[in-house]
């Protein structure tokens, strides 16, 4: 599980609070990495993208500015802790 918390670069019109990026494998069995966006201080997800459908577990989000943040996770096809990968997410493809 990670998050990473900032204040908004331009007021959006639904914000009521920082925007949080959140990360955690969303899967009952470590599985499907999801990337999560809230305006609330994390209250509520107005967008999520699944970053890895299959097996996954720890991670880390930082910020890279200009909208951007660097996901670091592990992953695998089979167990959660064959690869170590770096997925960059941004704002835009969140809200899709």
């Not at 299959?54 to 996770?73: I, T």
């Amino acid at each position: 599980m990670a998050a990473h918390r900032a204040p908004p670069a331009a007021p959006h019109p639904h914000s009521k609070g920082f925007t949080l990026l959140f990360a955690n494998p969303a899967g009952t069995q470590r599985e499907n990495m999801t990337v999560r966006l809230g305006r609330d201080n994390g209250r509520t997800w107005t967008a999520s993208k699944v970053i890895h459908a299959g097996p996954a577990a720890y991670s880390n989000l930082f910020d890279l500015g200009r909208g951007k943040a660097g996901l670091l996770y592990e992953h695998g096809r089979r167990d959660r802790g064959e690869r170590i990968a770096l997925e960059i997410v941004t704002r835009k493809a969140l809200r899709r």
